[in-house]
């Protein structure tokens, strides 16, 4: 074991402002998740600068604690990975693929899901912080009955005859389709090539356009390029930014990103 990983994990709690749990059960596993989506952002910024994505636990801990940043699928459930599994969690990765326009799935390792058990005998709990704006408590993995979340109402059902595996999960939101879950345990590294696609192909949303966004207690938060975009209660409003300078603000006063200068258009090759 890394001998600072102690140390890195105190850290990690300290920038979600979360305690440390007495026990790895399912009351904990919420409250972590919970914080780490108000606290964490999902942003896609390094595409956007031209900096590396490595998907290895030490450098993913270095982005998130000791950077303070955020990143996409891969890097937040990656990292939250480590940091439930230091605190005596069971944790399996898990690769999905999201529902695009019309229901067409994306490809293989598209997304990174955790399979979590707690040390309470309930569950296992489908956990996330990773999806942008999706489920804000753990799922219930083995319910096939409807959840009730502050994200909407969820419900895991096994998945459709369109071409699903014996064993796969669509992950259904107010119902509709967000991922196609399999069930088979993976390893990090089974995602680079998910990962590179994304960082690089035009064909992904994530080299579009740089966006950063968080959950807030009543709704969520979302810089996209130079607009500002709060949700409230349902109410969507906008606010558009007008000079670099005030969009760095906004990125370090919303997000407590501290760029020296704005993500924009970078070599992908």
């Given amino acids: 074991m890394d001998p600072q990983l102690p140390q890195t994990i105190d850290a990690y709690l300290d920038r979600i402002g979360a305690a440390r749990p007495a026990r790895p059960d399912a009351s904990a596993?919420?409250?972590?998740q919970w914080r780490h989506?108000?606290?964490?952002p999902f942003e896609n910024l390094s595409i956007h600068l031209g900096e590396d994505?490595?998907?290895?636990?030490?450098?993913?801990?270095?982005?998130?604690?000791?950077?303070e940043r955020g990143g996409f699928c891969y890097e937040l459930n990656g990292a939250f990975a480590v940091l439930l599994r230091a605190l005596g969690f069971r944790v399996t990765l898990l690769q999905a693929r999201a529902h695009g326009d019309g229901g067409r799935l994306g490809i293989p390792y598209d997304h990174l899901?955790?399979?979590?058990?707690?040390?309470d005998g309930t569950g296992p709990w489908l956990a996330d912080v990773g999806f942008g704006d999706h489920a804000r408590h753990p799922l219930a993995l083995d319910d096939r009955a409807d959840q009730e979340d502050p994200g909407g109402v969820f419900r895991i059902a096994p998945a459709g005859a369109d071409g699903g595996e014996p064993g796969d999960l669509d992950v259904l939101c107010d119902g509709r389709p967000r991922f196609r879950l399999e069930r088979r345990a993976r390893e990090l590294a089974d995602f680079r090539a998910g990962a590179w696609?994304?960082?690089?192909?035009?064909?992904?949303?994530?080299?579009?356009?740089?966006?950063?966004?968080?959950?807030t207690d009543d709704g969520r938060i979302t810089l996209s390029g130079r607009k500002l975009l709060t949700t409230i209660g349902g109410r969507r409003h906008e606010t558009p930014l007008a000079g670099d300078d005030e969009v760095l603000a906004a990125y370090r006063n919303h997000f407590g990103l501290r760029l020296d200068r704005l993500p924009g258009n970078t070599?992908?090759?």
């Fill in 53 to 67: 994505i490595v998907l290895e636990e030490g450098p993913l801990l270095d982005k998130i604690v000791a950077r």
């Fill in 197 to 215: 696609y994304h960082r690089t192909s035009p064909d992904s949303h994530f080299t579009r356009a740089p966006v950063c966004s968080r959950c």
């Fill in 267 to 269: 070599d992908l090759r």
């Fill in 37 to 40: 989506l108000l606290t964490v």
């Fill in 113 to 119: 899901a955790l399979r979590v058990e707690t040390e």
């Fill in 29 to 32: 596993l919420r409250e972590l």
